[in-house]
Nanobody
Framework: QVQLVESGGGLVQPGGSLRLSCVASGGTVSTYNMGWFRRAPGKEREFVGVITWGSGTIRYADSVKGRFTISRENAKNTVYLQMTSLKPEDTAVYYC??????????????????WGQGTQVTVSS
C-alpha cells in the first residue's frame, strides 16, 4: 500500500511561485506513473500533469503548460510540482496520485490507485 503525503501549499500573491512536494512510502515513485491533480471549490478534480515511471516522460494540462514543472527525486522518493506565474484561478487543493498501470499515461483521476490528502494553494492579493 503506497502512502502519499503532499506539502508546500499556502497563500501566494498572483505572479508568485510555490513548490509542492509529494513524498511516498510503501512504494517507489519511479515505479509508478505519478500524477498531480487539483480541485477548485465547486469544481471537479482536474488533471494537472503526470510523470511516468522509469525515464519520466512528462505531460501537462494546457492550463498550466509553461508555468508548472513536474520533477522527481528518486533518492528522496519524492515528486515535485513547481508552480510559477500563479493566477487566482490556480487556487485549489492539490493532490498527488500514483497509478499502478504504468502501460498507459492516464489523465483521468479514476485511473489512479493511491492518493495523498491534498495541500491547499490559494492565489490572492
Amino acid at each position: 500500500q503506497v502512502q502519499l503525503v503532499e506539502s508546500g501549499g499556502g497563500l501566494v500573491q498572483p505572479g508568485g511561485s510555490l513548490r509542492l512536494s509529494c513524498v511516498a512510502s510503501g512504494g517507489t515513485v519511479s515505479t509508478y506513473n505519478m500524477g498531480w491533480f487539483r480541485r477548485a471549490p465547486g469544481k471537479e478534480r482536474e488533471f494537472v500533469g503526470v510523470i511516468t515511471w522509469g525515464s519520466g516522460t512528462i505531460r501537462y494540462a494546457d492550463s498550466v503548460k509553461g508555468r508548472f514543472t513536474i520533477s522527481r527525486e528518486n533518492a528522496k522518493n519524492t515528486v515535485y510540482l513547481q508552480m510559477t506565474s500563479l493566477k487566482p484561478e490556480d487556487t485549489a487543493v492539490y493532490y498527488c496520485a500514483a497509478d499502478r498501470n504504468i502501460g498507459i499515461m492516464a489523465y483521468a483521476a479514476m485511473e489512479y490507485d493511491y492518493w495523498g490528502q491534498g495541500t491547499q494553494v490559494t492565489v490572492s492579493s
